[in-house]
């Protein structure tokens, strides 16, 4: 059991100055088991502040958050971050970045051997498992940071833009090898981007997000789309270009823009 | 020979037959200069010894024992002070400017007392130093550990400091403990700027070892002069600046080596 349930979450930032600052009026979200939920909105609107709270990075001032029906009390390998900077240790090797958590966790060395050869097969990283992070591209340091969340095995992955630092081509790449890691690979996924093309792509479903205060302006769910439309047989580039994502795309746009013309008025 | 800016931090690079030329020529004139004026005569032979008179004066120092010692027991007696006085330094320093650096309240009651003793220069030490340990092996040592303490204390907790906290929240949402956030992220983060700190400490405290060894009766270059002043023998006190300057440097080019591979290792090159 691996679903993530924000329970009348909020969360308040004490200012500098005094005073306090309301980043997450009163949410509620549910993500099912092996869902992939993308989490879009400008910046500001508090989605990193959300997937950090599934992270046990942050804490939520008042509500709950609990995964697997466990309140979260802190970070666990069981809740396996991205982080948009990769935030690979620069003194470690691919193969033991990759393997850190199985060496946290004492995962007898064969058996750890054996897990994180599979990642770099299965991330395209073969013959770069000596390699230092400082000697491969953004790219290939990505796919080393999400090697390291896949290989816990976790119940949840939560991604903090994990895109977000890469070169366009990069990123096409990568979005369709995280589709089919994903496939292949199920788990309930917290995918936080501004993307809204990454996110229609990529999610079972896309949240979207408004700011001052951050809160859920609209939940869509993508998975019609996809079935009807057939983009799973697809390349991204196609997908993209289908009359349903691009409908879907202003459609989010509009959503995300309403939202900020609202506010000068108010 | 084309045109090559000489000025600013980005001007010329310097082949490497060019940057051997130019310290050659550095040392000739250096030597030169000492030789002409040793030569003249403008000064007495008694206060200033050409060089050739310095290296024979090495030479038999090498070979017939002076102030009870030949020159490099008069070394090995000072390095082998330098290490250990370094050393404590190094083993108390580092790990408390590591814990500064985590801990802020240690930070807090530890820096003011810290920052008000480290100006203390580690020469004003060494009427203390006497009259606490004597002429013992703990005198020399007191001085060297504070004249090199200050760097590893400083350097470990700025290392500490800039560790990336998403480094740190990346391996606890990895399931580390907190004994392995140490391990495996604190420490190595910290060591770029742990290892540039040694690099310092040592110069320092080597610096001190002259000012320490005032105090000591037996062996050491600092001795020696000292012996040699008491002689009126410039050219022995010259050959213990000789000694002290070689033995620094070296010290200085081995801990610049290990700095350099760190860096290479760690990316930072």
């Known amino acids: 059991m691996s679903e993530i349930v924000f329970k009348a979450v909020t969360k308040t930032f004490r200012l500098p100055k005094g005073g306090d600052f309301l980043a997450i009026d009163t949410t509620d979200l549910r993500i099912e088991e092996k869902e992939f939920v993308a989490i879009v909105g400008p910046s500001g609107c508090g989605k990193t502040t959300l997937m950090r709270m599934a992270a046990g990075l942050e804490f939520p001032s008042t509500g709950t958050v609990e995964v697997g029906g466990k309140t979260v009390r802190g970070p666990g390998p069981e809740r396996a971050v991205v982080f948009q900077q990769f935030a690979l240790m620069p003194w470690k090797t691919v193969r033991e970045n990759i393997g850190f958590g199985l060496m946290c966790k004492g995962t007898p060395k064969a058996e750890a051997d054996a897990a994180i050869a599979r990642y770099v097969e299965l991330m395209g990283l073969a013959g770069h498992e000596d390699s230092f992070p400082h000697q491969l591209s953004g790219g290939m340091q990505q796919r080393v940071a999400i090697a390291r969340a896949y290989v816990m095995q976790p119940a949840a992955l939560l991604m903090d833009e994990p895109f977000g630092a890469l070169d366009a081509q990069t990123r096409i790449v990568m979005q369709e090898e995280l589709v089919r890691l994903a496939r292949r690979n199920p788990r309930t996924v917290i995918f936080i981007t501004h993307a809204v093309d990454e996110a229609i792509y990529l999610a079972d479903r896309v949240v979207v997000m408004g700011r001052k205060p951050g809160r859920i302006i609209e939940t869509i769910d993508i998975r019609p789309l996809r079935e009807e439309g057939g983009w799973e047989a697809m390349p991204i580039e196609e997908v993209m270009d289908q009359p349903a994502f691009t409908h879907m795309r202003s459609r989010i746009w509009k959503l995300l823009k309403a939202r900020e013309q609202e506010k000068p008025a108010a | ?269």
């Open chain 2, 1 to 269: 020979m084309a045109n090559r800016n000489f000025l600013g931090p980005s001007g010329v690079v310097l082949g490497k037959g060019e940057f051997w030329a130019l310290t050659l020529a550095g040392f000739s004139l250096f030597f030169g200069t000492w030789a002409l004026v040793a030569w003249a005569g403008w000064l007495p032979a008694n206060l200033l010894p050409s060089p050739l008179a310095v290296w024979d004066t090495l030479v038999r120092l090498w070979q017939q024992p002076f102030a009870g010692h030949v020159y490099a027991d008069h070394l090995l007696a000072s390095i082998q002070r330098f290490l250990m006085g370094w050393a404590l330094a190094v083993g108390i320093g580092i790990p408390l400017g590591l814990l500064m650096g985590w801990y802020r309240i240690l930070d807090e009651i530890v820096t003011p007392l810290f920052d008000s003793i480290r100006f203390v220069a580690p020469l004003a030490w060494v009427p203390l130093a006497a009259l606490w340990f004597g002429t013992g092996i703990g005198g020399p040592l007191l001085i060297i550990f504070v004249g090199s303490f200050a760097p590893c204390v400083i350097s470990a907790y700025r290392g500490a400091r800039l560790v990336e906290p998403r480094l740190v929240e990346a391996a606890q949402t990895m399931g580390a403990s907190g004994r392995q956030v140490m391990q495996h992220v604190l420490v190595p983060g910290a060591m770029p700027s742990i290892i540039s700190g040694l690099r310092v400490s040592a110069g320092l405290g080597w610096q001190s070892l002259v000012g320490s060894e005032l105090i000591v009766v037996g062996a050491g270059l600092g001795y020696l002069m000292v012996q040699g002043q008491g002689n009126l023998a410039t050219n022995i006190v010259i050959a213990g600046m000789i000694g002290i300057g070689i033995v620094g440097f070296a010290i200085d080019v081995v801990l610049r080596g290990i700095e350099a591979w760190f860096k290479r290792r760690w990316g930072q090159a």
